[in-house]
């Protein structure tokens, strides 16, 4: 399978606990986004990384929120001090990315299945 | 700051009807409008860009059409099957990220 590969699917944690979940984009695709999303809503933006540098950071919801991208390749995002609020699924995704504004009108993301995360 | 909005939230038809989804987003400096389904609790599945510059793609039964002076986008997906069952989102690129709506959430019964 050579889609973006999310794992775990399903994570369940307890209040306060730390989570980490992984995400492995299509091979040559150097941009990588996170968004949540929860019952109802439309998925919500988080992050992105260029390769390894993490380009924005501002939406990510609180500093127990963290993502990582050594290397350029997967990527990890981590909830420390879990709260029931956090439960949501989250989704990761992947494209080619562009440097010119004009293959910006055609960037095309790719989605995951998600990891859905319940914290009781 | 973008904010996207779809109209209806949800939509139930029997099989066979055309039907139109909405689609609106306030800031009209787009590079692109792009049409996603999900299925309960699965990911996204991309159905459909259109650039800036272009007014409207086609794939299959489905049509999406962009007036970015108005902020409007719909889908239109002729003669529905129960299998197009799902949630279909919109959401537009400004360049930093795709910003979704909520949805609508469509039931195609046979």
């Known amino acids: 399978d050579t889609g973006v590969s999310q794992d775990p699917r399903h994570k369940i944690t307890k209040r306060g606990q730390n989570v980490t979940f992984r995400c492995d984009p299509i091979?040559?695709?150097?941009?990588l986004y996170w968004y949540r999303q929860t019952l109802g809503q439309g998925p919500e933006f988080l992050t992105y990384?260029?390769?390894?540098?993490?380009?924005?950071k501002s939406r990510l919801l609180s500093d127990r929120f963290s993502a990582e991208r050594p290397k350029g390749s997967f990527s990890t995002l981590e909830i420390q001090r879990t709260e029931q609020g956090d439960s949501a699924m989250y989704l990761c995704?992947?494209?080619?990315?562009?440097?010119?504004?004009?293959?910006?009108?055609?960037?095309?993301?790719?989605f995951g299945s998600g990891t859905q995360l319940s914290v009781l | 700051k973008q904010e996207v909005t779809q109209i209806p939230a949800a939509l139930s038809v029997p099989e066979g009807e055309n039907l139109v989804l909405n689609c609106s987003f306030t800031?009209?400096?787009?590079?692109?409008l792009q049409w996603f389904r999900q299925d309960p609790g699965k990911g996204l599945t991309s159905l459909l860009l259109?650039?800036?510059?272009?007014r409207e793609q086609t794939s299959g039964r489905l049509n999406a059409s962009l007036d970015k002076s108005s902020g409007r986008s719909t889908l239109y997906i002729a003669a529905s099957q129960p299998g197009d069952s799902a949630t279909y989102l919109c959401?537009?690129?400004?360049?930093?990220?795709?910003?979704f709506g909520k949805g609508t959430t469509l039931s195609v019964s046979s």
């Open positions: 091979s040559e695709h150097n941009r």
């Open positions: 995704a992947s494209s080619l990315g562009w440097t010119a504004r004009e293959a910006a009108t055609n960037e095309k993301l790719f």
């Open positions: 959401a537009s690129n400004a360049g930093t990220a795709l910003i």
């Open positions: 990384f260029q390769n390894e540098a993490q380009l924005e």
């Open positions: 259109i650039q800036s510059s272009q």
């Open positions: 800031d009209s400096a787009i590079y692109n």
